[in-house]
């Protein structure tokens, strides 16, 4: 059984059907993996400048509109120098 | 049914998972379940310069409805065949299974 349980008060990255990255802390999930994220970040990434992160505060995300949610490794993570990042964004989802 | 039996005996395997939004990630398959989501540990995202988004994710939660396809190790073939054998009639319209060569 695939659960969220092991990522429960972690810091998240969930990668969103549109191609957006949210940041924050798994506050809770349901069977839909509807997902409760506090203090919760959009990490935008362009190919012009530096990763800009926009603060969102507490969010309900949708389960239909999750990619991915993946664990954060807040070692790496802090190392990381989020200015210097160039990347395109995420491709939305096409079915 | 017939696909997540196929995922339940290759837990622990490595695998390559492709996105339907051309993401593809590497890792270890540590457990599936009826909606076919993969829970992956030591990950690896194949092209690391063009996605470096998840440089500090180790391992992640894949939601089934977003995976275009699972490549498994060669060696595999024999059970997705055995499971064929006695379902023929299961469809398959949650994801093909590619047999990485």
Redesign the interface.
Known sequence: ????QG?VDRRV?L?L?D?R?IVGVLAGYDQK?NVVLSDSKE?I?SIDEGVEEVELGLYLVK??M?????????A??QA?DLAS?R??P?????? | MLIFSVFKTLTDQRVTVELKNDLSITGVLKSVDQFLNIRLDSINVLDEARHPHMMAVKNCFIRGSVVRYVQLPAEHEDATRRGTKFSCNESFQYLPVILQR
């Open positions: 059984m695939s659960s969220l990522y990255l990668i059907q191609g990255a993996s990490r990434y389960g239909d999750i990619v991915l949610i993946g664990e954060i490794d807040e790496i993570d990381v990042i990347a395109e995420i491709l939305p989802i096409r079915y």
